[in-house]
């Protein structure tokens, strides 16, 4: 009988690593109105400062192997604010796969009227480190060929575009971070990347002079997979708080909180669990972590309003 529990928890888990890393699922993250310039390059400078944001990801906290991620994301408007650069770092781990990738983002801003509606063009260029070795699991049979592979280092080439509309009030976008479809692997064991379609929108509504309310989504869509939606809706209470509910179609609920803790520190923290695949009586839910610092040098030494977006 234990045998064969370890046999089926085995296909299980190979049968994850490929669906998530092999066939290159970019990671999803509750905390995604916060990991913009991830996944749409023309967002980059489109705050009033050098942003810095990280993110931590622990999913599915107590199963061995579970997927681990870290992104690290800055960016700044430069040349009068009509360009934007910035830099975008994903780590992603699950079980005994690694995938690291390193992104220089710009963007062209572009004003379209005289209310402060914006247009942003951006390019995104990097790649994916991608370092393996599926003979490190642990199997009841040491002779079997499937977990025999050493996937070694490689480094595979991407680029990425994106458009970004946005007002102080509401935002909307569409990028493809990954164009190129790569493939992978040892010959035993080739995989590709998919190519993902962003949208992604979102709105700040004064509710009086205390709250105010942020709804946002963000839609993947990509051929090997259905259509998955995160829909958010945050309340602010006096511009330094917030607290607010996340559902991702066919997958998770979530919830989220935060704390300005300064006009330049924020801090977030989320926790999700899954409903479609019903295992939260396995782990502990997935734990989000959030952390972002804006180096303020308009004049006056402020940013010019709160930026929500």
């Known amino acids: 009988?234990?045998?064969?529990?370890?046999?089926?928890?085995?296909?299980?888990?190979?049968?994850?690593?490929?669906?998530?890393?092999?066939?290159?699922?970019?990671?999803?993250?509750?905390?995604?109105?916060?990991?913009?310039?991830?996944?749409?390059?023309?967002?980059?400078?489109?705050?009033?400062?050098?942003?810095?944001?990280?993110?931590?990801?622990?999913?599915?906290?107590?199963?061995?192997?579970?997927?681990?991620?870290?992104?690290?994301?800055?960016?700044?408007?430069?040349?009068?604010?009509?360009?934007?650069?910035?830099?975008?770092?994903?780590?992603?781990?699950i079980g005994p796969i690694n995938s690291t990738s390193?992104?220089?983002?710009?963007?062209?801003?572009m004003k379209v009227n005289d209310k402060g509606h914006q247009l942003a063009f951006g390019l995104k260029a990097g790649g994916n480190l991608l370092?393996?070795?599926?003979?490190?699991?642990?199997?009841?049979?040491?002779?079997?060929?499937?977990?025999?592979?050493?996937?070694?280092?490689?480094?595979?080439?991407?680029?990425?575009?994106?458009?970004?509309?946005?007002?102080?009030?509401?935002?909307?976008?569409?990028?493809?971070?990954?164009?190129?479809?790569?493939?992978?692997?040892?010959?035993?064991?080739?995989?590709?990347?998919?190519?993902?379609?962003?949208?992604?929108?979102?709105?700040?509504?004064?509710?009086?002079?205390v709250f105010k309310l942020k709804p946002s989504a963000f839609v993947k869509l990509t051929a090997s997979s259905p259509i998955e939606a995160d829909l958010s809706a945050l309340l602010i209470y006096q511009d330094l708080l917030w607290g607010g509910l996340m559902f991702r179609t066919g997958d998770a609920f979530g919830i989220l909180a935060g704390l300005n803790i300064t006009p330049q520190w924020a801090l977030g923290y989320s926790f999700d669990f899954s409903y479609g695949l019903k295992t939260i009586s396995y782990h502990g839910g997935s734990h989000e972590i959030m952390l972002r610092y804006d180096f303020i040098y308009k004049e006056k030494g402020k940013i010019k309003s709160p930026r929500y977006f």
């Open 1 to 93: 009988m234990m045998k064969a529990l370890n046999h089926i928890a085995i296909i299980l888990f190979v049968t994850l690593v490929s669906h998530s890393t092999f066939a290159q699922q970019d990671p999803m993250f509750t905390h995604y109105a916060f990991n913009t310039l991830a996944v749409n390059p023309a967002y980059a400078g489109s705050r009033d400062a050098l942003t810095v944001t990280g993110i931590g990801r622990f999913q599915w906290v107590g199963i061995e192997g579970a997927p681990i991620t870290q992104t690290l994301t800055l960016h700044t408007p430069v040349y009068k604010e009509s360009l934007g650069l910035g830099l975008s770092v994903i780590n992603d781990k």
């Open 102 to 109: 390193f992104y220089a983002d710009a963007a062209y801003h």
């Open 131 to 209: 370092q393996g070795n599926l003979a490190s699991l642990r199997t009841t049979d040491d002779d079997d060929i499937a977990f025999s592979n050493q996937i070694s280092t490689e480094f595979v080439p991407n680029v990425g575009a994106g458009l970004y509309y946005y007002t102080n009030r509401w935002y909307a976008g569409a990028s493809s971070p990954k164009i190129l479809e790569n493939s992978f692997g040892t010959s035993t064991a080739k995989k590709g990347e998919e190519r993902h379609y962003f949208l992604i929108g979102g709105a700040l509504f004064n509710l009086n002079r």
